[in-house]
C-alpha cells in the first residue's frame, strides 16, 4: 500500500477516535476548539489542511470512492485557504460560536465526525 494511502487510513483512524471522544465527552470538544484561537496554530492547521488536501488528489485514483476523496481534498484546500486569508477575530467568532453550542448538539457533531472518519477509511 501507498504512503499516502496509510496517512489517509491514519487521519481516518484519528478523525474516528475524535469523533468517538467527542461524542462520549462533549467538552472535549470545546477544549479542543479552544486551543485553535492562537494565529500560529491557524496557520499550522492551514499548512496540515493544504497538504492533505494535495495527498487526498494524488491519490484519489488509487481509493474505492473516489470522489469521495476528490470532495475530502476540496474541501481541505479550501479549509486550508481560508485559514489563511480570514482574519483571526472571524476565526474566533466562529470557534466560540461552537464552544457556545450546548452539549448535545456538541454529541451529534461528534457522532457526524465519527461517521466522516468511518467514510475516509472505508473510502481507501
Known sequence: MNIMLILIK????IIVVMG???????????QYASFWQQRKRIIMGG????LFGVIFLLVASECK???VIIV???W???KGVLLFALEQEKLNAYLNWW???PLPVIRFF?????????LLIYSV
Open 10 to 13: 491514519l487521519l481516518g483512524i
Open 20 to 30: 468517538f471522544i467527542f461524542l462520549i465527552n462533549p467538552t472535549a470538544f470545546k
Open 47 to 50: 499548512i496540515l489542511s493544504l
Open 65 to 67: 470512492l473516489r470522489g
Open 72 to 74: 475530502f481534498g476540496i
Open 76 to 78: 481541505a484546500i479550501i
Open 99 to 101: 464552544i457556545e453550542k
Open 110 to 118: 461528534g457522532f457526524i465526525i465519527l461517521a466522516v472518519g468511518i
